[in-house]
């Protein structure tokens, strides 16, 4: 019985645990697609220096969160995130509005996708 009840303290555990990171990853990914979307409004505007400051608003948040993105998901995935919000800023740094544009649309989609990626299910896993 005391194993029975053992098993069932850690399947519950194991559950809470998978919700609470599940929500973290749904929570970083909000913020960094706010970040994206205060890019693309600066970049719209011609505002590279503002969009400057909310790319490395972008870049803290995600190094602020790489340890628990990379405990579980998709190395490949943040690899491209880190990839595509480097060549955001340098084709904001050196003003080619449509690159950056389309650069953050990029990043769009690969934020967007992020929290089917780090749910934790057998695919994810394996």
Request: aromatic share 6%.
């Given at each position: 019985?005391?194993?029975?009840?053992?098993?069932?303290?850690?399947?519950?555990?194991?559950?809470?645990?998978?919700?609470?990171?599940?929500?973290?990853?749904?929570?970083?990914?909000?913020?960094?697609?706010?970040?994206?979307?205060?890019?693309?409004?600066?970049?719209?505007?011609?505002?590279?220096?503002?969009?400057?400051?909310?790319?490395?608003?972008?870049?803290?948040?995600?190094?602020?969160?790489?340890?628990?993105?990379?405990?579980?998901?998709?190395?490949?995935?943040?690899?491209?995130i880190?990839?595509?919000?480097?060549?955001?800023?340098?084709?904001?740094?050196?003003?080619?509005k449509?690159?950056a544009?389309?650069?953050?649309?990029?990043?769009?989609?690969?934020?967007?996708?992020?929290?089917?990626?780090?749910?934790?299910?057998?695919?994810?896993?394996?």
């Amino acid at each position: 019985m005391q194993s029975f009840i053992t098993a069932l303290i850690i399947s519950v555990a194991v559950v809470m645990g998978s919700l609470l990171y599940t929500n973290r990853v749904d929570d970083i990914a909000a913020e960094l697609l706010l970040e994206t979307n205060k890019i693309s409004e600066c970049i719209l505007n011609d505002e590279f220096i503002n969009a400057e400051k909310a790319i490395s608003a972008f870049e803290d948040c995600l190094e602020k969160n790489k340890v628990l993105l990379e405990a579980t998901g998709n190395h490949e995935e943040l690899l491209k995130i880190e990839l595509s919000y480097k060549e955001l800023r340098m084709f904001t740094l050196s003003g080619q509005k449509a690159d950056a544009l389309a650069q953050c649309a990029s990043l769009d989609v690969l934020l967007n996708h992020m929290p089917s990626n780090y749910k934790i299910k057998a695919e994810n896993i394996l």
